[in-house]
Structures are given as structure tokens and as C-alpha cells.
């Protein structure tokens, strides 16, 4: 035991020579402290953004007051007002933004039909988007392994090739130790910095200090150990260098980029989600169609739906409110099942991607990260759904008005309902995810132990 | 001699079985990535197709309308992907695929790819272009990074120039050389890409397209001479094949994934994008000071009546051949559109000083020359984008503005009425023509400065360093 602590201070003095190395972990530690700068200042931007809604709100009201300063038709209200749905992001949304910058944080909404104004893109730069983000999770998922492999491809090989090796283990040391003692010193390197970076990220991002914490570090562990166990297997392997640095190499292309490429391709051919072009071109036909119907016609099928609005009277005038959000609820109602499929295409193909993901410990971490940030698509369909339920209540709150014609007074401004939404953790996904990974860990590691102790080590 | 070196090399780069098994799996990639992009692009492209064809046939089949109804039932713009843009997908899995053109208002192209896609298309998409500028330099890496350094461990360096062969000439040669082997990776494919673009029927007679798809050739033969370059010259500065390789992968890895992110994520970092829910308000707010063309008390309208009143030399409005609510309409659509466009031109401009930031440092970094140069060629850049809104915003602008000038010939109190079906027939339906290749050039001129420097540079400085070297 008392060798195997020498044998790591070694290691220690040694990477303290190798400047090299000493500047590519202070780099690592560099670019995973602007990744949790970016995080934060990203998603404090959002939370600014979200933050203006309420004043552009209020700003609306006012102009309304000014605009109708008796009690008004509240048809003309709904028609004018906008309120906003609004996606809060979890603190830990700093730490993996996942897809917080495609999908938009809010939704504009009116009285009118919601399929219309469900979609709506947010201003975003489509050329920073090909780019992705650069927050904490890109650097461990993608950056972590590379400096791993910096450091462990030539584990033995270094000391084979200068020919210290038959004198090292010429001394009353196994390889199995010297090779423990290597990766135990940069193991205790590399995950010292990945704490070091996850602590610092949770403090700046001021995360709740509850199990996710244990989780998150869980995961991030896990995954640098899978990339050790790499480590181990191509150094059991006894090949040069070089050689050791092309596989390894070789074998993050294959992890992180060609896998996930792929597995894009097939998800897409295998679970297609239509545009959802088809959705708003048929909800424009039936809402513009309702304009040409007969009134009677419309009215019957309205309250069909909500019999307890059902009036005597015939609309006879050329043009009433009640009669215009009617038919704007039936443009909603003829598109229900064309939107259902969108988001339960969008959904399948997550889930395809839960089941494959074991092919890829990096994706199966960035995607648990991602449920365990509450920024991925799931919360995101979570978000939408509630969308649709405060589309409901609005509606809910203007029929009475509507259909009862009340005159809508300033007093009933305050009375509307308000949208909050917060994204919350997908805790067993994340914990699914760990157990993954936990395997394919295991696997590797075995798989590299299992080699170095069956295969005597080559001194040249 | 250059010619007997690179033929050595070019020959000993075929026996090396890593060399074969890398090339071959790059190959593959390359084969399937044109073949999986030729159909996704065919997908998306027959869909947003149909897509327009039935919109244009839904706006020519309206029954009897009043021409507002028309102008607020509107219709769809769909962003077609351009010819080359399977071999790089550039923004458009990030753009919306269409954007609902109607009156008073410009609305988002929604309904992007990336969308859809969840998390994954954040590893990257697998496309030509991906493997042609991330992939095929790590090959160039493996294959050159021991061109000097494994001659320099053997010690065949010093008998090569002991018999008066320069160091440059040496160099020249392993440079042709693994030029020639790359060229024998990546040239199948692009023949491959090149045949397919003859099979459709479309493109035969289209120089256009021929014109791009050639200077993309070129331009990544530029990037890929420049890698072999670089790569060389490290090898030929490095004492151990190991030490070249690792500063090579480093530089791989900045150049090619850190440095593109950091320098986007900067560009927005320094110019901040505002909200569509702000610009909504802004517009809202500057529209608010033109004519309001909802609304018959406000004060602009009445000036604009008693104009009109004036002009005709009538005392009511019911005697004007006209109607005030389309000719307000089409006031208030003219100013609100040139509010819009004040708007979006900010907008863009904004963006484009966020990618302005990463165009520059294309001058540091090749992988950031090639990017927007290959982009750009294949149609799919944001010039492409910008091109397309604004066709897409000219058109709704004409449409709304013709309609507004029907209402205002069907004179007073056209509100009760409606015109007749065939009218729809007459107006014309949205047809994108995709810019030329000449324009696009404009906007690639930095990044092509910056390929042709560095290829020129490198060349330069790297043989005049490598010459330098001394062998022992």
C-alpha cells in the first residue's frame, strides 16, 4: 500500500514537470468556468426577459383603459389584450440549458383560437443555435473525456517507450499497481476538478441543496470513471502511444458524435412528426371558414360543447363577438387531433431516445442531465400543456361576459387569470439514466481489468 | 524528386492497415451522409411543396369574400431548401420551415427542425458537410502527424538529406502525397453528390448550381491542403510522433469545437437580442402614431376623409367613388410595414454583428472560414435566410396592399358587401426565387480572404520554418 502512495506522489511531481499538462487542466478549468458563466448569465437573461412581461402587460391594460374608458364589450377586450404564459426555469437550468434556447420561454396569448399562437418562435439567432450552448454540461459531457484521454493515453506506454518500464517493474511492484496507482492520481484530478466546477456552478446558480445534488454529482462521476474504464481497457491493450491516442480518440468520435448522428437519422426515419405545417394551414381554413358559415350553424356546434352558454336568441346582426370566439374555439376543436399527434410524435421520439441512449453513455448522460435541469423536452411539452389549460381558463373567465353581453369594466382587468409555470426536475429519468450508466461503467471497467490482469505486460 | 516522395508516401499511406480502416469507415460516412441528406432533403422538400401548392390553391378556391376577410385569412410562405443544401444543412434545421403571411402583421417562421429533434441534434447532425469539416481533418492528423517525426526516430531523415534533397522539397512531396490519399477518400463521395445532382431532372440545365457545387469542391480543397500543411509542419518541428499528435488533436479540438461555441455564445453575449414580445410592443407602440385603420374615430382617418372629400369635390362620403376604410387600410398597412421593416432590419442587424464576431475569427480559426463559405455556398446560411424572409415579407405586402386597394374601389359602404370568387383567381401566389450564386459571393468574401491567407501563409511561414529545422 505504502508503494502505491508513493507511486501517486510520483505521479503528482511528474505532472507538475509536464507543463503541458498542467496547461491543459488549467484550461479545462478555464473553459468549464466560462461554461458556468454562460449558464447563468444565460438563463438570468431569461429570467430578465420573463421578468419585462408583467410591465409590457400592464403597459397593454393601460392603453386599454385609455382606449375604452367606460365599461366596454368585452369582445373588444379579448380581441386587444394580451396576456403571457410564462416557462420559469429550475436554478438548475444554469448548469444544463439543454433546450431552453430552441423552444421559446413564453407564449403571447390572446382570446383568440390557441393553435394559431401556440407555436410561435422566439427571436433567436439561428446561426448561435447551430452553435449550441456552451454551459456546464457541454464541458463535462464533451470536453471531460478529452482530457482524460490527454491524460491516460500513454498510461504505460510512455514509460515502455522510454524505456523505464523493465526498471520500474524490475522493483517489487505488479503492473496491476502501477497502473493503479497512474489512474488513481488523475482520477483524483479529473473528478477533483469536476466537483470543484459542479460546486462552483451550483453556488453561482444557487441551486436548492437537496438529493438532486447527490445525483447530479452521481452522474457526473459515473460518467468520468466510464471514461477511465476506457482508459484502462486501451492501456491493457499494450500498444504504442500514438496508437493508444488514435483509439481512444476514435472512441469519443464513436461516442459522441457519430452515435448521437446516427441515432438522429433513425429517430427521424422511424418516428416522423409531421411539420406541423398541416396543423396551422388547416386551423386557418376552419377559423377563416367560420366567416362563411351560417351563424346558426356555427352557434349549434358551439354549444354542443358548452350547453351552459346555450341562448334563445338567433344572431342577427352582421357581426357579434360571442359568434367570432365561437368559431374561433372550433378552429381549436377541428385541429385537436392533428395537435395531439405533433406533440405525441415529439414525445415518441424522446422516448425512442430514452431506449436507446445505453448506446451512448454521452447522450444518456446529456439527456439525464437535461430531465434533471428540467430543460429538455418533456418540461417543455409540461410548459405547453399548461399553456392550453390557461388558454381554457381565459376563455372560461370571458364567456360569462360574452354571452351574458356584461359590459366588461376596469374593476374586471384584475380579475383575469394569471399564467405561472416552473419547470420541475425529471428526477426518474435522471435516476434511469444513472442506473445506465452505472452498467455500461461496470462493463468497461471489468472489461479492462479483466484484460491488464490476463495479458502479461510487454516491457518493449 | 517532390514527385518520388509523394509517391512513396502516397504508396506506404495505402499498405498502413489503420490508415485503410479509417479511410474506408470515413468513406462510409461520407456515402451515407450525402444519401441520408438527398432523402431528407426530398422529403422536405415534396412536403413543404405540397404543402405550398395546397395553400396557393386553398387562397385561388375562397368563396365570395369581402377583400379584408382575404387579407386577414392570408397565407403561407414555405422556405424551399436549395439544391445543395444536402451536402450542408447549414441553418436549416434551425430555421422554421414557414412563415403565415396576413395583414398588420409580420409573424415568425416557425416549426424548426431542431425543435423535433430533442437534445440530440445538439451532438451534431450528421451531414457532407459535418464530416467534410470536422471528420476528414482528424484522418489528415492521423495520416501526417508522423511524416517527419517517425523519419527523425528512424533516422531516414539524415540520409535523405545527406543526399542534397532539401528539407522543403521533402516536405513538398509527404504534402502531395497525403493530398493524394485524402483526395481518394473524399473524392468518390463528391463524385457521388455530383452524379446525383446530374439525376435530377431540375438541376441539368442549371449552371448555377454547377457553379456552387465547384467552388465548394474548391474551397474544401483549400481547407484540407491547409490542414495536410499544418499537419506536416508540426510534425516536422515535434521531436516525438506522440507530442505532434497531441498538440495536433488540441488544436483539432479548439479550433474545431471549442472556439466556434465560445465565439457564438460571445457574439450574443455583447449584442443582446431583444424579445419578440418587446419588438412586439416597440412596433405596437410606433404603429400606434401612424393611421389606425381599425378604428373610424381616430382623428388621422377623419383628415384622410376630408382629403379625399376635397379631392373628389363631394360633401359625403357616400358620394366618393372610393372607400375611406380601404384607402385607411392601405395607409396604415404602409406605415405599420415600414415599422416592421425598421424592426426587423435592427433585428438582423443584430444578428449580424453576433456572426460578424465568428466571421472574423475565421482568420484565427480555418474550421470558421470553411463553415459560413461552405454554408453559404450550399444556400443555407443566414444571407440565404434574410433572402427568403424578405421575399417572403414583399410578397405579403403586395398581396395585403392589393386587397386594401380592392376594398377601396368597391366605394362606401363596401363593409356589406363581398366580391366575387374569380377575383381570388387573378392574384398571384407566393413563388420563391432562390438568389444567385453572384450574390451570395458578396457575403463570403471574408471567409474566403481568410481560407486563401491561411493556405498562402502556411505554405509561406510553415517550409520556411520546416527548412529551418535543423536535422540531427
Keep these: 500500500m505504502k508503494i502505491f502512495w508513493i507511486l501517486v506522489q510520483y505521479e503528482w511531481r511528474h505532472f507538475r514537470a509536464a507543463k503541458g499538462l498542467v496547461v491543459l487542466t488549467g484550461l479545462v478549468l478555464l473553459v468549464g468556468l466560462y461554461g458556468i458563466y454562460y449558464g447563468t448569465t444565460e438563463i438570468n437573461r431569461q429570467r430578465q426577459h420573463l421578468a419585462e412581461l408583467p410591465t409590457l402587460a400592464r403597459h397593454n391594460v393601460e392603453e386599454l383603459k385609455a382606449k375604452f374608458p367606460e365599461p366596454e364589450d368585452a369582445g373588444n377586450i379579448g380581441y386587444y389584450h394580451t396576456t403571457f404564459a410564462v416557462h420559469h426555469p429550475l436554478p438548475w437550468a444554469s448548469l444544463s440549458l439543454g433546450q431552453r434556447d430552441v423552444n421559446p420561454s413564453y407564449v403571447k396569448l390572446r382570446l383568440l383560437g390557441l393553435q394559431g399562437q401556440l407555436y410561435a418562435a422566439e427571436n433567436v439567432n439561428p446561426t448561435k443555435m447551430l452553435s449550441g450552448n456552451f454551459d456546464l454540461a457541454f464541458v463535462l459531457v464533451y470536453l471531460f473525456p478529452l482530457l482524460i484521454i490527454a491524460l491516460c493515453f500513454n498510461l ?30 488523475r482520477l483524483g484530478l479529473v473528478l477533483g476538478l469536476a466537483w470543484l466546477l459542479s460546486a462552483v456552478a451550483m453556488g453561482w446558480a444557487q441551486v436548492p441543496l437537496d438529493a438532486r445534488v447527490g445525483l447530479w454529482l452521481a452522474l ?51 418516428r416522423p412528426v409531421p411539420q406541423g405545417i398541416e396543423l396551422t394551414v388547416k386551423q386557418r381554413e376552419e377559423i377563416h371558414g367560420g366567416w362563411d358559415k351560417p351563424k346558426a350553424e356555427t352557434m349549434n356546434r358551439f354549444f354542443a360543447l358548452y350547453p351552459q352558454w346555450r341562448d334563445t336568441t338567433t344572431i342577427k346582426e352582421r357581426f357579434v363577438w360571442r359568434w367570432y370566439y365561437a368559431f374561433q374555439h372550433l378552429g381549436d376543436q377541428s385541429v385537436q387531433p392533428l395537435a395531439a399527434a405533433y406533440t405525441s410524435g415529439l414525445r415518441q421520439r ?58 366588461f369594466t376596469h374593476a374586471d382587468y384584475a380579475g383575469e387569470p394569471i399564467h405561472t409555470f416552473t419547470s420541475t426536475s425529471e428526477t426518474p429519468t435522471a435516476v434511469q439514466g444513472l442506473w445506465k450508466l452505472l452498467i455500461s461503467t461496470i462493463v468497461v471497467g471489468s472489461i479492462g481489468w479483466w484484460l491488464l490482469r490476463a495479458r502479461p505486460v510487454a516491457l518493449r | 524528386m517532390i514527385q518520388s516522395i509523394a509517391q512513396k508516401e502516397f504508396v506506404s499511406t495505402l499498405r498502413d492497415r489503420r ?72 441553418l436549416d434545421s434551425f430555421t422554421g420551415a414557414s412563415v403565415y403571411l396576413e395583414a398588420h402583421q409580420q409573424n415568425s417562421v416557425n416549426f424548426s427542425q431542431a425543435q423535433q429533434s430533442g437534445s440530440l441534434i445538439r451532438f ?18 492521423f495520416l501526417c502527424f508522423s511524416a517527419f517525426t517517425e523519419e527523425h526516430e528512424t533516422g531516414t531523415l539524415k540520409l535523405l538529406v545527406s543526399q542534397g534533397v532539401p528539407l522543403r522539397r521533402v516536405a513538398w512531396g509527404k504534402i502531395a502525397g497525403y493530398g493524394r490519399a485524402v483526395v481518394l477518400v473524399v473524392g468518390p463521395a463528391l463524385a457521388l ?47 516525438h510522433g506522440r507530442s505532434a499528435l497531441v498538440l495536433l488533436l488540441g488544436c483539432w479540438m479548439l479550433g474545431c469545437i471549442i472556439l466556434p461555441k465560445a465565439t457564438a455564445n460571445l457574439g450574443a453575449t455583447l449584442f443582446p437580442t431583444v424579445t419578440k414580445a418587446q419588438m ?12 389606425n385603420g381599425h378604428d373610424p374615430q381616430d382623428q388621422r382617418t377623419a383628415a384622410l376623409k376630408a382629403n379625399l372629400l376635397k379631392q373628389y369635390g363631394v360633401d359625403s362620403e357616400e358620394k366618393l367613388p372610393v372607400s375611406v376604410g380601404g384607402l385607411a387600410m392601405a395607409e396604415s398597412e404602409a406605415y405599420t410595414s415600414k415599422v416592421y421593416q425598421q424592426h426587423f432590419a435592427d433585428l438582423t442587424g443584430t444578428y449580424e454583428r453576433q456572426n460578424a464576431i465568428s466571421n472574423w475569427v475565421g482568420l ?27 421575399a417572403a415579407e414583399d410578397y405579403r405586402y403586395q398581396l395585403v396592399q392589393r386587397l386594401n386597394g380592392l376594398q377601396a374601389s368597391m366605394g362606401y359602404g363596401d363593409k356589406e358587401r363581398k366580391l366575387d370568387a374569380a377575383t381570388w383567381q387573378a392574384i398571384p401566389t407566393f413563388a420563391y426565387q432562390a438568389p444567385p450564386v453572384g450574390w451570395a459571393l458578396g457575403y463570403l468574401l471574408l471567409p474566403a480572404l481568410a481560407l486563401l491567407l491561411w493556405a498562402v501563409g502556411l505554405s509561406w511561414l510553415g517550409l520556411k520554418v520546416i527548412d529551418k529545422t535543423p536535422v540531427v
Design chain 2, 280 to 291: 412586439d410592443a416597440d412596433v405596437h407602440e410606433a404603429a400606434q402614431k401612424g393611421i
Design chain 1, 156 to 185: 504505460l506506454s510512455s514509460e515502455r517507450e522510454q524505456g523505464i518500464l523493465p526498471l520500474l517493474l524490475a522493483q517489487p511492484v505488479s503492473a496491476g499497481v502501477v497502473v493503479g496507482a497512474k489512474l488513481t492520481f
Design chain 2, 364 to 390: 484565427l480559426n480555418p474550421y470558421q472560414a470553411i463553415r459560413p463559405l461552405s454554408m453559404g455556398l450550399a444556400g443555407s446560411d443566414f444571407a440565404h435566410y434574410v433572402h427568403f424572409q424578405q
Design chain 2, 19 to 90: 490508415f485503410v480502416v479509417l479511410s474506408v469507415l470515413l468513406l462510409a460516412l461520407l456515402l451515407a451522409a450525402t444519401l441520408v441528406g438527398r432523402a431528407s432533403y426530398r422529403t422536405l422538400q415534396q412536403e413543404r411543396m405540397v404543402a405550398q401548392q395546397t395553400v396557393n390553391d386553398q387562397f385561388h378556391h375562397q368563396p365570395n369574400r369581402h377583400p379584408h376577410r382575404v387579407a386577414h385569412y392570408g397565407s403561407f410562405a414555405f422556405r424551399p431548401r436549395s439544391g445543395l443544401s444536402f451536402l450542408d444543412a447549414g
Design chain 1, 350 to 407: 424522446y422516448e425512442l431516445v430514452e431506449q436507446l441512449n445505453w448506446l451512448s453513455p454521452a447522450v444518456n448522460v446529456q439527456t439525464s442531465l437535461n430531465a434533471l435541469a428540467g430543460s429538455d423536452l418533456p418540461t417543455h411539452l409540461a410548459f405547453q400543456q399548461s399553456v392550453v389549460r390557461y388558454h381554457d381558463a381565459l376563455r372560461a373567465y370571458y364567456y360569462p361576459f360574452l354571452f351574458n353581453k356584461t359590459p
Design chain 2, 124 to 141: 451534431g447532425e450528421l451531414t457532407v458537410a459535418f464530416v467534410l469539416q470536422v471528420l476528414v481533418p482528424l484522418l489528415i492528423i
Design chain 1, 220 to 270: 457526473v462521476t459515473l460518467y468520468c470513471l466510464f471514461w477511465f474504464g476506457v482508459a484502462l481497457v486501451v492501456t491493457a491493450w499494450q500498444r504504442p502511444s500514438a496508437f493508444n491516442a488514435v483509439a481512444m480518440v476514435g472512441l469519443w468520435l464513436l461516442l459522441l458524435v457519430l452515435v448521437p448522428g446516427l441515432l438522429n437519422v433513425y429517430v427521424a426515419a422511424k
Design chain 2, 193 to 239: 453528390a455530383a452524379w446525383l445532382l446530374f439525376g435530377e431532372e431540375t438541376f441539368v440545365h442549371n449552371a448555377d448550381v454547377w457553379v456552387r457545387l465547384a467552388l465548394f469542391v474548391v474551397s474544401y480543397a483549400v481547407y484540407f491542403f491547409l490542414w495536410i500543411v499544418g499537419a506536416v509542419v508540426v510534425s516536422a518541428r515535434q521531436r
